[in-house]
């Protein structure tokens, strides 16, 4: 799942405030193996899912809580193309 050099996001800015190719690439080749069932690579001190590697993007999940309540705020996209 390689994102096309054409398409560009920032590093460290949460998903809804990337461009919206990025969204649209997101949404067609990240977000089906984004679940919060047993596919993520990491996960947080309360045990919810928090971390998603997919080569060189990692997708991190924000919660609106500070315990293990699943009260999913959004997502921040990491990595380098």
Known sequence: MMIDSTIQFIPGVDLL????PF???????AQPNVTFADT???RDEYGRPSEWHFDSLIVK????????????NKFVIYGNV
Do not use: P, V
């Not at 969204?23 to 080749?29: G, L, S």
């Not at 999940?61 to 999913?72: D, G, K, L």
């Open 61 to 72: 999940a924000i919660y609106f809580t500070e315990n293990q309540n699943y009260n999913f």
């Open 23 to 29: 969204q649209k690439w997101f949404a067609e080749n």
């Open 40 to 42: 993520c690579t990491k």
């Open 17 to 20: 405030q990337q461009s919206e």
